[in-house]
């Protein structure tokens, strides 16, 4: 090992290794080796592991790219596909891989969790922590201890702790370097104690550390998305209502979020939540409840699901009436496909899902994003996609804005509406002014507003 960053106590810090180098492994052990750790990052995509071993983020996330070219060159960051490398390096193991939803299920699929877990305990012969990143049912930890016992030849030795994730994409670095919160659920203190090593920078700067439980650090990670999960749907439910008596749900939004006691982040009302983690994450949590006999108490969240779906038909419809009732040979264009803006996540996307219904409803459907084109593309190969907003836009007989990225909000509506072939325009994000748009002889709708 080397110490030629020369940390304070870095000649004995632990050596970190991060398995499953995705939007949340890859940012991790970036981050660890720019706060001056030794790092081995380890996917079983060994196509993934070469662009990062390259010095390329698979992935759009701003400033990680310089980040990760910055930790190749100072030696602390490497990338390997091998486990027996990773179990006799590391001291820490970050486990980072991904617990999507299981097919025809609300269930979380464990089985990245359980595959790395065991291909790297079967070759640790010596003390070592192994911490969940990852999103788990509550118990997993205890399971996965369990297995490591099992499997790994330094039997007790290896201990198990989860230190739950909450970064955003989009602000993943800032996230990682100064998170609100640091959990660790740890079952001894030699476990609090090497995570406090680990995160000794971090915790320097003033981040607070909460310690406890490995099964309190799960659930802390599925109620706070739960918890923001709900906010989005209560304010979109309020636009439900808003829409019945022709009340205005921004409005309303605007004057619950002056409520010291409520705050205005997560209640801007429109097309709802998508991505990689509120939708599986709030599925998995009524799963698991139900399995421990509890499923009523959080049997809100299947309406908290439904009526972030019924955002989607309700955006379809808005541009249905625009377009006179009928969808079919209608040109539509469509900004953003990301889940939300500053990303190239288009897992669960709610800008896709509503492109694709417009598409399945006649719509000549045209879709520009900033960044997540490629994988629009490769997930919905029926759709058209076009070079930017003012090519989608094109002779459009309606616009519909899906993801509020910046360049969408700071459109100009008398250019854009130079090259429409109508101007007429659904905010699926509550992300333009209505005055401003009206005033250039626009047709505007956004959900809740009359
Ligand atoms: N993306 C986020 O913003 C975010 C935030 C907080 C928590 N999380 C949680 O973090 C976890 C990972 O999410 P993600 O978005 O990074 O997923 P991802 O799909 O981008 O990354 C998962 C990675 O794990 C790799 N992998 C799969 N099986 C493996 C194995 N057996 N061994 C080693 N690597 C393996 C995959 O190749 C992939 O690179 C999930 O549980 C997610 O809920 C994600």
Redesign the pocket.
């Known amino acids: 090992m080397t110490t030629e960053h020369a940390e304070p106590g870095a000649a004995t810090s632990p050596r970190l290794t991060v398995?499953?180098?995705?939007?949340?492994?890859a940012t991790h052990a970036v981050c660890m080796a720019a706060l001056g750790h030794q790092v081995l990052g380890?996917?079983?995509?060994a196509a993934?592991i070469s662009r990062l071993a390259s010095g390329e983020v698979p992935?759009f996330e701003p400033g990680l790219p310089e980040l990760l070219v910055k930790a190749l060159e100072s030696g602390r960051l490497r990338f390997t596909t091998s486990f027996p490398e990773a179990a006799d390096f590391g001291d820490v193991h970050f486990v980072?891989?991904?617990?999507p939803q299981r097919a025809g299920s609300f269930a979380a699929d464990l089985s990245?969790v359980e595959?790395?877990v065991t291909?790297l305990a079967r070759d640790v012969r010596r003390r070592a922590l192994v911490v969940g990143?990852?999103?788990?049912p509550v118990g997993t930890a205890a399971r996965l201890a369990e297995l490591i016992r099992s499997v790994a030849p330094a039997g007790d030795g290896v201990e198990l702790a989860w230190n739950?994730?909450?970064?955003?994409?989009g602000f993943?670095i800032d996230d990682t370097m100064q998170p609100d919160r640091l959990v660790f659920g740890v079952s001894s203190p030699w476990a609090e104690q090497r995570l406090r090593e680990v995160f000794a920078p971090v915790i320097g700067q003033g981040s607070p550390v909460l310690v406890t439980d490995p099964q309190t650090a799960e659930l802390v990670?599925v109620a706070a998305n739960s918890f923001l999960a709900t906010k989005i749907s209560y304010i979109n439910a309020m636009a439900e209502v808003c829409e019945a008596i022709g009340a205005d749900v921004h409005d309303l939004a605007v004057a619950l979020g002056l409520d010291a006691r409520i705050g205005s982040r997560f209640l801007r009302p429109g097309l709802g939540f998508g991505?990689?983690?509120l939708p599986?994450?709030i599925r998995a949590f009524l799963h698991r409840a139900e399995e421990l006999g509890v499923g009523h108490a959080v049997a809100f969240l299947r309406d908290v699901d439904e009526i972030n779906h019924r955002r989607r038909a309700r955006t379809v419809d808005l541009v249905r009436e625009l377009a006179g009732g009928d969808l079919r040979g209608v040109r539509v264009a469509a900004l953003g496909a990301a889940f939300k803006p500053d990303s190239d996540?288009i897992r669960d996307a709610p800008a896709l899902d509503v492109a694709n219904a417009l598409h399945q409803l006649g719509a000549r459907v045209r879709v520009f994003d900033p960044v997540a084109m490629d994988n629009a593309r490769r997930a919905w190969p029926t759709l058209g996609y076009g070079q930017s907003t003012f090519d989608v836009a094109s002779g459009a007989d309606v616009v519909v804005l899906l993801t509020e990225w910046s360049q969408f909000r700071e459109i100009d509506p008398e250019a854009l509406g130079t090259v429409v072939g109508k101007r007429r325009i659904v905010d699926g994000r509550h992300a333009l002014e209505p005055a401003r748009w009206r005033a250039a002889g626009w047709e505007y709708r956004a959900l809740g507003r009359p």
Do not use: H, M, N
């Open positions: 398995i499953g180098t995705g939007y949340l492994g380890v996917d079983v995509d993934k992935f980072c891989v991904g617990t990245q595959a790395a291909a990143k990852s999103t788990v739950p994730e909450f970064l955003r994409e993943a990670k991505g990689g983690c599986k994450d996540d």
